[in-house]
């Protein structure tokens, strides 16, 4: 397989359906940077207010622990056992509910690990509802050598009627792929406090700046020489001459003078540090300056948990570079395709909600900012980066002997002639000729196996008691 994909979908491409099987039919490495916020597990249903641009749109929040969920936790159970353990122990301290929570989304970030280019990364906007136990589900997922910070962001002011610490923050657990990723440092301008001390003159043309020493702090015998009749410091100067007579021809030496005008020697000459030319202080992880989207803003669609550009922006700034690949799997209404957009980068979005593919049209072109055609697909794609695979059926041996003449639903012996082969993701579903796709069935399994993923049809043999299911 190549060490990147391509990806096997358009540029500006917004998905209505379930990001799980969207994402199962997306080109493994293809992605640079995935932001998700995805229902939080707050035990709420959302809708947006009826007449807002986001009217129709709605999700769930609340989860209970189905037939298919156990279905996914012994899938997660035969591949990923830490992972598993996890959630079980999710389980045991938070109730069920967690549990199930869990697992719908460890399934999906395997899916997303899948998908990123290995400089990739991916940003889980979560809050302490089930913050904590999303760190440890993408410890294991992503490695904990690949978590890199917990952002907090305050989301809103405090609340006066509140009996506890005002809850104000969402929390951003971010991670990379591997040891290294993309990183564009951001920084935060000076506040006006350390400028006004710091920065106290000023150019004939306002240009502020402050004055730095120019005195090498260890000794550099090379750096020992008279400059404009100023004697060399002890320790020598900090710049050679070559580069001394450059900061001096572009008038970025300050010289100390006496009263007449002329140098006072005694005194050293110091470097001008334009404020215009600061990046500014390297930024932390508590980011309170993004303030939330109030009723008045432009970019308000009153699609529910909105979250603000300003954050996407600055997400997407450090993690990603022009031209490179975002998706948003849980893309509510597009904030993150936006942004993407607005920065020149490529996007792909996927919703549960059909809302999200118009509302992504609608604010970029209030934006300004739709200069090419979106693409909204319902489908699930066929990934096409397995190579030219030989056809399914030349694989039937080897699985029988993998399997052990074992049917992998119902359990019991069959022999090689009353098997079938059977699609796991079946195919209309984008599932792939591969072995790693492929299992050996009875013929009464395949036919109640169907068309449907394998998580349903285990549920359903647990449903009716058939031996094997979990
Ligand atoms: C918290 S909202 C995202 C808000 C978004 N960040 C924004 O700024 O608008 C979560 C979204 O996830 C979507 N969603 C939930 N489960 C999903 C699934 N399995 N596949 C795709 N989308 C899903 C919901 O429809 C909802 O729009």
């Keep these: ?62 989860w209970t622990l189905s037939d298919v969920d156990e279905a996914w936790h012994g899938e997660i159970a035969d591949k990923e056992p830490a992972l598993y353990a996890i959630i079980d122990a999710a389980g045991l301290s938070h109730g069920k509910s967690m549990k199930s929570y869990l697992i719908m989304m460890a399934v999906r970030l395997l899916e997303m690990r899948r998908l990123l280019k290995p400089t990739g990364s991916l940003y889980l906007h979560c809050d302490p509802t089930a913050g904590h136990y999303l760190k440890m589900t993408l410890d294991c997922v992503f490695g904990r050598a690949n978590f890199r910070n917990e952002i907090v962001w305050q989301r809103t002011t405090v609340h006066s009627d509140s009996k506890t610490w005002s809850r104000i923050s969402d929390t951003i657990l971010f991670y990379s792929k591997g040891k290294s990723m993309t990183w564009n440092a951001p920084y935060a301008p000076h506040a006006d406090e350390y400028v006004d001390k710091k920065y106290r003159y000023a150019d004939g043309d306002g240009r502020r700046y402050m004055l730095d020493n120019m005195t090498s702090p260890n000794p550099r015998p090379n750096m020992m020489y008279e400059w404009k009749g100023f004697p060399y410091p002890a320790k020598g100067w900090r710049y050679s001459q070559e580069t001394m007579a450059r900061l001096d021809a572009d008038g970025r030496v300050w010289y100390p003078t006496l009263e007449d005008g002329t140098y006072d020697t005694n005194r050293r000459p110091r470097l001008k540090r334009y404020l215009d030319e600061m990046k500014g202080n390297v930024m932390g992880n508590i980011w309170n300056d993004l303030p939330p989207i109030n009723s008045q803003a432009k970019e308000r669609t009153g699609y529910p948990t909105q979250k603000p550009l300003v954050l996407l922006d600055r997400i997407i700034k450090a993690s990603s570079n022009p031209g490179d690949i975002v998706l948003d799997p849980f893309a509510g209404c597009a904030t993150a395709c936006v942004a993407a957009e607005r920065l020149k980068r490529h996007w792909v979005g996927i919703d549960l909600s059909p809302v999200a593919a118009s509302l992504v049209v609608s604010r970029l072109r209030e934006e300004g900012s739709l200069l090419f055609p979106t693409h909204k697909r319902i489908d699930i794609p066929r990934r096409t980066d397995l190579g030219k695979l030989p056809s399914y059926k030349t694989h039937k041996h080897q699985l029988f002997g993998k399997q052990e003449g074992i049917c992998a639903g119902c359990r019991v012996v069959f022999p090689f002639r009353n098997m079938t082969i059977d699609h796991i993701v079946p195919q209309s579903k984008g599932g792939t000729d591969h072995i790693d796709n492929l299992q050996l069935l009875c013929g009464a399994c395949n036919s109640l196996k169907g068309n449907r993923d394998q998580a349903r049809f285990l549920a359903d043999l647990k449903a009716r008691g058939i031996v094997g299911a979990e």
């Design 1 to 62: 397989m190549p060490a990147m994909a391509a990806p096997n979908w358009k540029n500006r491409t917004m998905w209505t359906g379930d990001n799980l099987d969207i994402m199962r039919g997306m080109n493994g490495k293809s992605v640079d940077l995935i932001y998700l916020d995805p229902p939080f597990n707050s035990n709420e249903d959302y809708s947006a207010p009826v007449g807002s641009e986001a009217a129709g749109a709605a999700f769930k929040d609340t």
